[in-house]
Nanobody, 118 residues
C-alpha cells in the first residue's frame, strides 16, 4: 500500500519559515519524481516545486528564491523548506509522487495546512 505522509505544517507569522516533510512508503522512492503542490479553496491545485530522481528541481515563479525542495532517498523523504513566508502562501500543501516510467503512476498525500498570519 502506497502512503505519502506530510508533516510540518502550521501557523507562522509573515516572514517566518516552515519545513514540510513527506515520508513515502510502498514505492521505489528513488525512481519517482517528487513534488509539492498547493490548493486554495475554489482554486485549482498548482505546482509549487518538484524534484526529479536525479535531483533537478523547478519552482513556481511565486516561490522562487524563497522555497527549496530537496530529497533524501535513504529516508524516502522529500522536503520543502519555506522561508520568508507570505499570507498568500496560506493554503493546504500536498505531496506528490510521479513514476515517469511505465507503468505510469501518480500518488498524493493527504495534505498539510500552512497558515501565514500575524
Amino acid at each position: 500500500q502506497v502512503q505519502l505522509v506530510e508533516s510540518g505544517g502550521g501557523l507562522v507569522q509573515p516572514g517566518g519559515s516552515l519545513r514540510l516533510s513527506c515520508a513515502a512508503s510502498g514505492i521505489s522512492f528513488s525512481i519517482y519524481r517528487m513534488g509539492w503542490y498547493r490548493q486554495a479553496p475554489g482554486k485549482q491545485r498548482e505546482l509549487v516545486a518538484r524534484i526529479t530522481n536525479g535531483g533537478s528541481s523547478n519552482y513556481a515563479d511565486s516561490v522562487k528564491g524563497r522555497f527549496t525542495i530537496s530529497r533524501d532517498n535513504a529516508k524516502n523523504t522529500v522536503y520543502l523548506q519555506m522561508n520568508n513566508l507570505k499570507p498568500d502562501d496560506t493554503t493546504v500543501y500536498y505531496c506528490n509522487a510521479d513514476r515517469l516510467l511505465k507503468p505510469l503512476s501518480k500518488y498524493w498525500g493527504q495534505g498539510t495546512q500552512v497558515t501565514v498570519s500575524s
